[in-house]
C-alpha cells in the first residue's frame, strides 16, 4: 500500500486494534524520495474512523470533571479521547497534505507512533481501574479543527499543533498537579512522557508552519494573527506555558505577540 493510501486507510480504520496495527505498518514504511508516484485522491473526511464509544456530544454536554474519584476518572478518560484523536489528526496530515517534502511524512508518522503509545497508556490506565475508552462522553473540538483546517496545509500546522496542542503544554502542569495531590502517580508518570512528546510535536508544527511561510513569503506572526481570528475569533487565551513554549521553538517574537496580540494591531 503507498503512503497516502495507508494513511488513508489507518485515518477511517474504526477498529482500535486494526488502527494501531495499520500505524505500526506505517512506522516501518520506507518513504521513497520521489512520493509523486504515491498521491491518492484526497476526499473531506467529516468524521475519522472511532469506535461507536464514546458517543459524541458539544462541549457543553461533556461530563462535569469535579475532584471526586470519579471525576479523576472523567478527566482521564476526557485525555484518552484527546489521544485518539491526536492519532487521526496525524494520519489526516499525512493523507491530505500530498505536496510536502520527504521529512514531513517522517516526521507525521512520529507523531502517529507517539500518539497511539500516549493512547495506550492511557486507556491501560483506566482499564487497570475498572473502566474503559468509550465509558463517557466526549467532545469533538479537536477533529472540528481539523476539518476546517482541510483546506490548507499552513492553516492546518497553525491552528492544530501550534494553538490546540500548544494549549495541550500550558495546561498540562496544572492537570499533573491535580493527578498528584490525588494521589494519581501512574497517571502523572504518564503525563510525563505525553508532555515530553507533545513538545516535540508542537516543534514539528513549528518547524513546517515556518517552512511554508517563507516559501509563500508571508510574516509569520502576521499570517498567524489573521489565520486565529478566522477560526478561533478572538486571541488566544492564557496563561502560556512559556518554557515548554519556547522549548518547542515559538520564537520570543511569536510569545510577545501572543501575550500582547493587541501590539500588533496598532503596528
Ligand atoms: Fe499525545
Redesign the pocket.
Known sequence: MSLFKLAYEALICNDVERKILLINDLKKYHIPLDINELKVKVIKIPSPGRPLKPSLVDFKGTPKRDRSDLGMIKNIHAICH??FN?INLALDAIYRFQEMPHQYYADWIRVAK??TI??LLIKDFLESVGHSYGDFDAHNGLWQMTVDTDYDVLSRMALVPRVL?AR?LDVTPRIRKKFKDANLHKMVEILDI?FK??IG?VKIGNYWYQYLCHKRDLDPIKTFDLLIKKHIGSNLRGPFNIEARLLSNFSQNELDYLEHPELLETN
Open positions: 484527546i489521544e491526536s507517539e500518539e500516549h493512547f496542542e495541550g505525553i512528546d507533545e510535536h
